[in-house]
């Protein structure tokens, strides 16, 4: 079935780096623009960065620009987010998720909203 | 940066009434980038409603959204058990997405 599994969260120190990685199974990955979408303990949710389909494209928050990479391999249908200079404010579950793609009678259309997520992986930046 | 606020923060209502959500956004957006989401204690966010008001695959129908411009809202006609959780709202525009602060549906 469509599935995402995130893996490489874990306790890292303040200003040091972590990279998550996000698996992908069931889909023609290489055809979906992706997601990294996160939510800190208690609170809402945080949209993070988003790759095209090729990975031509990135996009940032400004929370997370200029420290956080976001990266794709299609051959191995995973998505990457290597994050940099890490701050406390940066404690989060951390969830991959895929593009929504609909189609009408005459076109495709994506960008919408998210419609695949991963279970999550948990970043504590602490020291 | 469009900011969308949510109200009410909690909703308590009793299983069978009617649920109306509101997200209200600090500028126009388009209805086509406005969706919505849910979320139970301990899960992924499930997608619910895209482009403002088509309902995403296997949602029920007791689920629907309207809305337009700034104002839009999330309305569960007839209230599930499983629909006891947290919702929120979303828009995209300028590469990037905000979501919400989230509404709690939560048993009178």
């Known amino acids: 079935q469509v599935q995402l599994v995130e893996s490489g969260g874990g306790v890292v120190q303040p200003g040091r780096s972590l990279r998550l990685s996000c698996a992908a199974s069931g889909f023609t990955f290489s055809s979906y623009a992706m997601h990294w979408v996160r939510q800190a303990p208690g609170k809402g949710l945080e949209w993070v960065a988003v790759?095209?389909?090729?990975?031509?494209?990135?996009y940032y928050a400004d929370s997370v620009k200029g420290r956080f990479t976001i990266s794709r391999d299609n051959s191995k249908n995973t998505l990457y987010l290597q994050m940099n200079s890490l701050r406390a404010e940066d404690t989060a579950v951390y969830y991959c998720a895929r593009d929504l793609i609909f189609c009408s009678s005459t076109s495709c259309y994506s960008g919408y909203a998210f419609d695949i997520w991963g279970q999550g992986t948990m970043v504590t930046v602490s020291s | 940066e469009i900011v969308l606020t949510q109200s009410p923060g909690t909703l308590s209502l009793s299983p069978g009434e009617r649920a109306t959500l509101s997200c209200r956004a600090s500028?126009?957006?388009?209805?086509?980038?406005l969706a919505w989401y849910q979320q139970k204690p301990g899960q992924a966010p499930r997608l619910l409603i895209y482009g403002a008001s088509s309902r995403a695959t296997g949602i029920p129908d007791r689920f629907s959204g309207s809305g337009s411009g700034t104002d839009f809202t999330l309305t569960i006609s007839r209230l599930e058990p499983e629909d006891f959780a947290v919702y929120y709202c979303q828009q995209y525009g300028s590469s990037s997405w905000t979501f919400g602060q989230g509404t709690k549906v939560e048993i009178k």
């Open positions: 500028q126009s957006v388009s209805s086509s980038y």
């Open positions: 790759i095209s389909y090729d990975g031509s494209n990135k």
